[in-house]
């Protein structure tokens, strides 16, 4: 059959009738049964094939409602119809095989099979005796038949189900057989989930996500098992509106006790199957050997990241060392090159001594030096009798002079410049204090005697000086270095070093004593440092020469002051 499609929105259907006459539009309204069923696929956006499938499911059903077999209820005849609450409804309509999975078709069936059978005006034609009003027990079958044709009343009674076993399983008899066990009450417990497609238990070869899927939906499970069906108040029975809302307000509270309870129930078997599940214990000895792999991966490469570090500093070290030994190296050999160098002098140096020990006359050498002394020490007595004979008119002539004497006035005179107060005076009691012979001096004596001094030949001066310090140098067992050194010619007096000081010399000391103060740590090695070509112990003995000296000056001074006083 051709099945026309409908009309879009401002068209119309039209049919064209045949050639022999003219055509012509008229309005036609769809109709029937095939209309209507294109309109159920259109409205479902189902197929032609879908709604084939529907209708064989339907057809099934109703052969399936055809074929059902009743089972007969043997206490049905001595049930109480006051006590209808605690009968089984599904036994009473002979669905007791069947119960929850029975659908709607069925639990209808049922009923009017059991209503032609047990009818009270067919018993009672068959002369079965009948009890009056509701207390025969046809009217358990009417109620049964009112709870189970009602969605809401057939739910609450399906929580309640008498046949449903609510026990769970302990952990001691899941021990060795665990899926055997825990299996089936997972599956029934299944029927109060208000989810579908609940997850299966599985077996030993289940994946980590399955197993963590069913316990995750089960430890969140969502149940719609509710307990009215027990409420032992019925609040259509209530006189008042008070009394019926405390009869509502008890109900609500018992509901919730056991719904907790229930949810408490279903707690315990979760933990109970999760506790003796053998896939969780393998689960979790992988999650720990991996763990503990990691852990082991992270202490070797945590190891080789600190031998790699340690091998880098090893080398760095090694390197150090080998840098410096160069470095060493490189000295040492500069070292050896400069004491060849130093050796080659040195005996060069002895080479050139060697031969001028050759080329000389020792013998002639001390004979010129001999008779330079002769020379010398004549001109030295020449000098002192022409002292005598100048001095002798100056009223003091029996007063002689030794080679001390003229000794010591050279020292009076470089100690006390020019500028001193009562410079005769002072030099006159300097004398008399540190000379040896006993014979005091005047200051006119010191005046005439430096005159005569002035007047002298500068060789005579010279000869003096020289006398002078030969007798030091016995005095003190100074062994000289070359027999033609010359004494200084500034008249300085007898020094405790054979080079005598320069100028710049004291200049130095004096300013490194005034740098490095008497509290300065290593203070006469700092002030050797600071004065050139001198050492430690001639700054030494030099500072102490002029702090004699300072004194010596001070104390002639004083006496004579006090002598100038005193004569006042």
């Known amino acids: 059959m051709l099945l026309l499609p409908s009309a879009a929105d401002g068209q119309s259907t039209a049919i064209t009738h045949a050639l022999t006459s003219a055509s012509t539009l008229c309005q036609v309204e769809p109709v029937g049964r095939w209309f209507e069923a294109f309109v159920k696929r259109r409205n479902r956006n189902a197929s032609a094939s879908f709604q084939e499938l529907e209708d064989k499911k339907e057809l099934s059903e109703e052969s399936e409602d055809e074929e059902l077999q009743l089972e007969e209820f043997p206490m049905l005849k001595t049930l109480d119809p006051k006590d209808w609450k605690n009968q089984d409804h599904y036994a009473v309509l002979g669905l007791g095989h069947v119960r929850y999975k029975a659908t709607q078709r069925q639990i209808k069936a049922a009923h009017k099979a059991m209503v032609l059978k047990h009818h009270p005006d067919k018993r009672k034609a068959a002369g079965e005796p009948i009890k009056e009003g509701d207390n025969d027990y046809f009217t358990c079958i009417t109620k049964a038949y009112e709870m189970l044709s009602d969605p809401l009343k057939r739910r609450a009674f399906n929580s309640v189900d008498p046949t449903f076993d609510n026990s769970v399983p302990s952990k001691s008899e899941a021990k060795d057989n665990f899926f055997e066990v825990f299996s089936p009450v997972f599956e029934r417990n299944s029927r109060w989930s208000n989810k579908k497609n609940v997850p299966k238990l599985g077996d030993m070869n289940s994946s980590?996500?399955?197993?963590?899927?069913?316990?995750?939906?089960?430890?969140?499970?969502?149940?719609?098992?509710?307990?009215?069906?027990?409420?032992?108040?019925?609040?259509?029975?209530?006189?008042?509106?008070?009394?019926?809302?405390?009869?509502?307000?008890?109900?609500?509270?018992?509901?919730?006790?056991?719904?907790?309870?229930?949810?408490?129930?279903?707690?315990?078997?979760?933990?109970?199957?999760?506790?003796?599940?053998?896939?969780?214990?393998?689960?979790?000895?992988?999650?720990?050997?991996?763990?503990?792999?990691?852990?082991?991966?992270?202490?070797?490469?945590?190891?080789?990241?600190?031998?790699?570090?340690?091998?880098?500093?090893?080398?760095?070290?090694?390197?150090?060392?080998?840098?410096?030994?160069?470095?060493?190296?490189?000295?040492?050999?500069?070292?050896?090159?400069?004491?060849?160098?130093?050796?080659?002098?040195?005996?060069?140096?002895?080479?050139?001594?060697?031969?001028?020990?050759?080329?000389?006359?020792?013998?002639?050498?001390?004979?010129?030096?001999?008779?330079?002394?002769?020379?010398?020490?004549?001109?030295?007595?020449?000098?002192?009798?022409?002292?005598?004979?100048?001095?002798g008119g100056g009223g003091n002539g029996s007063k002689s002079w030794s080679e001390d004497d003229l000794q010591l006035l050279i020292k009076a005179v470089n100690l006390f410049p020019a500028g001193t107060n009562?410079?005769?005076?002072?030099?006159?009691?300097?004398?008399?204090?540190?000379?040896?012979?006993?014979?005091?001096?005047?200051?006119?004596?010191?005046?005439?005697?430096?005159?005569?001094?002035?007047?002298?030949?500068?060789?005579?001066?010279?000869?003096?000086?020289?006398?002078?310090?030969?007798?030091?140098?016995?005095?003190?067992?100074?062994?000289?270095?070359?027999?033609?050194?010359?004494?200084?010619?500034?008249?300085?007096?007898?020094?405790?070093?054979?080079?005598?000081?320069?100028?710049?010399?004291?200049k130095l000391l004096e300013q490194a004593l005034k740098t490095y103060p008497v509290n300065t740590p290593e203070r006469w090695e700092k002030i050797a440092e600071a004065v050139p070509g001198r050492t430690k112990k001639d700054c030494m003995k030099r500072y102490k020469e002029l702090v004699e000296m300072v004194k010596a000056k001070k104390a002639a001074q004083e006496q004579v002051m006090n002598a100038n006083r005193a004569k006042k």
């Open 208 to 391: 980590f996500e399955d197993v963590d899927a069913f316990y995750s939906f089960w430890y969140n499970f969502d149940s719609w098992r509710e307990f009215s069906y027990l409420d032992e108040e019925e609040k259509e029975k209530a006189e008042c509106r008070d009394e019926r809302r405390w009869i509502e307000k008890q109900n609500r509270a018992t509901r919730a006790q056991r719904k907790k309870e229930e949810m408490n129930r279903i707690r315990t078997l979760v933990d109970n199957a999760y506790s003796c599940d053998p896939r969780i214990k393998k689960f979790k000895e992988e999650e720990k050997a991996k763990k503990e792999a990691e852990k082991k991966a992270k202490a070797e490469a945590k190891r080789k990241e600190q031998e790699a570090k340690e091998k880098q500093r090893q080398a760095e070290l090694e390197a150090a060392r080998l840098a410096k030994e160069k470095e060493e190296e490189e000295v040492r050999q500069q070292a050896l090159l400069a004491k060849k160098e130093k050796d080659i002098q040195k005996k060069a140096i002895k080479k050139e001594r060697q031969k001028l020990r050759n080329s000389c006359k020792i013998e002639e050498i001390n004979e010129q030096i001999r008779k330079e002394k002769e020379e010398a020490e004549a001109r030295m007595r020449q000098a002192s009798k022409n002292a005598e004979k100048s001095t």
């Open 422 to 506: 009562s410079r005769w005076e002072v030099i006159a009691n300097y004398m008399n204090i540190h000379s040896s012979s006993g014979v005091k001096r005047t200051a006119k004596d010191v005046i005439g005697k430096a005159k005569s001094l002035q007047k002298l030949d500068p060789h005579q001066k010279d000869d003096i000086n020289k006398k002078a310090f030969d007798k030091f140098k016995k005095e003190h067992g100074v062994v000289p270095q070359a027999d033609n050194a010359t004494p200084s010619e500034r008249f300085e007096g007898p020094c405790t070093d054979f080079t005598p000081w320069t100028t710049e010399e004291q």
